[in-house]
Structures are given as structure tokens and as C-alpha cells.
């Protein structure tokens, strides 16, 4: 891996305390396909809302952690991104 | 903010002027908007609906309700005329981006707007909706979509109340729904009511985001 770049961890931090029930619904991306930063990444549901979730940076998504269906909790590292 | 006012309108016509509104937020080429609406009969499932969410899937097919699957989160709700829904399309993305803070914010204004007409109602801490005591009176569902707000807030007005009867409404089987006409034992007008509740989500949302925003106060 080169010096500049890094592996970005990527969580749902906006999901605050309303995550009593948040679920991947759907992936837009896939694992080894290059995000751009601002690209809707995935879709949440929680009990009151449902939102998409972009990437922050430009990069490769090499690892998504959480599939489609899965329960996630704030904090939680849903998807790997290398940066750079 | 642009205050919209589409009467009686089917959900599925007032979902596409919804998705056209919340494009054009998301363009930058409208203001902030809210909808008011009142819907023809249906029955609306959120993302995380089960069938266990209509228990009278029958009894609705024999009245001519429609059950939909639509793009908001929670559960089962029941809307029908008289029932007031307001669809805020906020650009939140320049104001704090909380979600959860964004619900509370709904759920105070409605709270406020159901006590300027007469009904004692308020938000409960750990249950999602406005409550008047221990009857749910108005249910929220939104979705956000880079950072602009749609879907919304449906608020038990003058409409029946029978139909939730035949759904777990937001999944809960024990909730017991009331209406502002229940408590207050009379009709309300729409037109009345919508302008109440427009009137203080302008000013809730403007006192609410300028708070957080502004420069911190130093003691």
C-alpha cells in the first residue's frame, strides 16, 4: 500500500440514539468498485426513518462488513474504504 | 419556506409531487417546502413492515383500502380524509445533521400546534409520536435523502379512527389512537387547523436550527 493512502472505517455515526432498530436495506456499491466521495454508498432504515448513506472520500470499497438485512448499531464499521 | 397545500390528494399523487419537490431541494433550485395533505383511505407500510403488521389485510381488501409498501422508515399507519399529513422537504445539510434530533423537532411542533387548538398533547421520551396520555394522536415516518428531508408526520384531525383498528399501528399491537375530534368532542376546520400547524413549523424550524447554529453564548 502506498504512504498516502489509509483504510477509512466507515460507521453510522448519524444514527444518534434513534437506532433502536437499524438495518442495511440495500448497498448501491460493491466490494473492489471505486466510490466517489458524495456517492450514495447504502441505504439504512431505522424504526422512524430510512436514509442513504454517501462516501466521504474517493477510494476503493474493499470490504463491506455489513450485508443487506444485517442489524447495525452506531459505532458499528459497516464498510472499509482505502483512501488515496 | 414554501407552504404547500395540496387538499385531498391520492398517496400516490402526493408521493410524486413530493419526489419532485425533494429534487429540486436537492438541485438547490426550490426553498425549503411544506406539504399538507389529506389522503384518500390507505394503509402505508414502512421499510421494516411485516405482513404481522395487518392483522385485517382482509376486512381492508373488502372496504377497497389499499395496502402499500413506501420508502419511509417505520412501520404500519392508516391515513384517510381529515387526517392531517405534513410532508416537510428541509435541506438539512447546512444545519445539524441529526436525524434523531430532526423526529424530536417534528414531534415537539405537532405537540405544540395539537395544544394551540385545544388538545392536550406532548411528545414521550423512549415512544416515537405524539401522544395525548396514553392515545397516540400522530405518527411519524421520515426518510432523508442526501441530506434533504422528506416523508413526514400524519396527525389524527377529524378523520375515523377505525381503520388503525385493523392494523398494529407502528408495529405495536397495544396502541390505542385518538383524534384531536375525539378529545375536543367536536369538528375541527381543516383549513383552520393546517394554518395553525404551518404556522408553527415555520416558527419551530427557524427558532430550532438558528439555536443550534448560531455563535456560542459565553456565560
Known sequence: ?84 | MEIMDLGIKSYDDALSVQHEILQRRIDGSSEDTLILVEHCPIVTLGRLSGNACVPGMGDLEKKGIPVVFVGRGGKATFHAPGQLVMYPIIDLSGKKKDIARYIDFLEMTVARSLCRIGVRADRVNERRGVWVGADKIAFTGVAVKKWVTYHGVAININNDIGGFSLIHPCGDKDIQVTSARNVLGRELDMSEVKAVFAEQFRRDIENEYKKAEGPAVVA
Open chain 1, 1 to 84: 500500500m502506498k504512504e498516502d493512502t489509509f483504510i477509512f472505517k466507515m460507521t453510522l455515526d448519524m444514527l444518534a440514539d434513534d437506532a433502536d432498530e437499524a438495518v442495511i436495506a440495500r448497498w448501491h456499491a460493491s466490494e473492489m468498485g471505486r466510490v466517489r466521495k458524495g456517492e450514495e454508498l447504502l441505504e439504512v432504515v431505522t424504526d422512524k426513518a430510512s436514509f442513504d448513506v454517501v462516501s466521504p472520500y474517493d477510494g476503493l470499497l474493499v470490504k463491506i462488513l455489513k450485508s443487506e438485512g444485517s442489524s447495525v448499531g452506531t459505532g458499528e464499521v459497516v464498510a472499509e474504504i482505502r483512501v488515496g
